[in-house]
């Protein structure tokens, strides 16, 4: 089945411990983004990526680190995480070109308390 | 003002009915526009995309788009109660490489 994988589905955690959320996805899709969705906020776009090594900031990239290093994996990365991260996390995946939508994992709830 | 925008909602139709999403874009250079669909507790479902102005339709989804105006639609005809979810508009960039959402309309079909 085609799917966006993403591990775990919910996370609560203490500011200031790392944690990494993981995404993967079996469509051999060239394009991968990571994006957080806030009430009345809607999605905003946190990093993407065209291609393996190639990454690139959205519109909220601070606090957060990412990596590609093969094409069906893309983790996302709270170096030290605070409160305002706290959100419902989604990772996507689509074929490169302007036709394409996304396909999306099935969300991280993260809590930083 | 913001880069996509969308009517929060929600917006009550009754089964059987017509509804009616809007959206609005600020970037003139946007090259395709994207519907999805998001239940509660649930991840965003793609649903319509469109890059043409004009019409496309796809079983009882229409969606509308206007350059011209920089305004994107969706039409639902015959609306179910399974339709209940929020509408998150989508907007690719003129670059090709972000996709902007808007904070998604909710809509209620009442049986």
């Known amino acids: 089945e085609a799917q966006v994988t993403q591990n775990p589905r919910y996370l609560i955690t203490v500011t200031g411990k790392k944690l990494t959320v993981t995404c993967s996805q079996n469509m051999n899709h060239e394009y991968m983004s990571w994006y957080r969705q806030d009430p009345g906020l809607g999605l905003r776009q946190i990093y993407y990526?065209?291609?393996?090594?190639?990454?690139d900031k959205g519109d909220v990239p601070e606090g957060y680190k990412v990596s590609r290093k093969e094409k069906r994996n893309f983790p996302l990365i709270l170096e030290s995480p605070s409160p305002n991260q706290t959100s419902l996390y989604f990772c996507?995946?689509?074929?490169?070109?302007?036709?394409?939508?996304?396909?999306f994992g099935s969300g991280t709830r993260l809590t930083v308390v | 003002q913001k880069e996509v925008e969308q009517n929060s909602g929600p917006l009550s139709v009754p089964e059987g009915a017509i509804a009616s999403l809007n959206c609005t874009y600020s970037d003139r250079g946007s090259q395709s526009f994207f519907w999805y669909r998001q239940y509660s507790g649930k991840s965003p479902e793609l649903i319509m995309s469109?890059?043409?102005?004009g019409d496309k339709e796809d079983g009882r989804f229409t969606a509308q788009l206007n350059k011209a105006s920089q305004y994107v639609s969706l039409l639902i005809r015959d609306s179910q109660p399974s339709d209940s979810a929020t509408y998150l508009c989508?907007?690719?960039?003129?670059?090709?490489?972000?996709?902007?959402f808007g904070a998604g309309t909710r809509l209620f079909v009442k049986a």
């Open positions: 469109i890059y043409s102005n």
């Open positions: 989508a907007v690719r960039n003129t670059g090709g490489f972000k996709t902007i």
């Open positions: 990526s065209m291609n393996v090594e190639v990454t």
């Open positions: 996507a995946s689509g074929q490169q070109g302007i036709a394409y939508g996304y396909t």
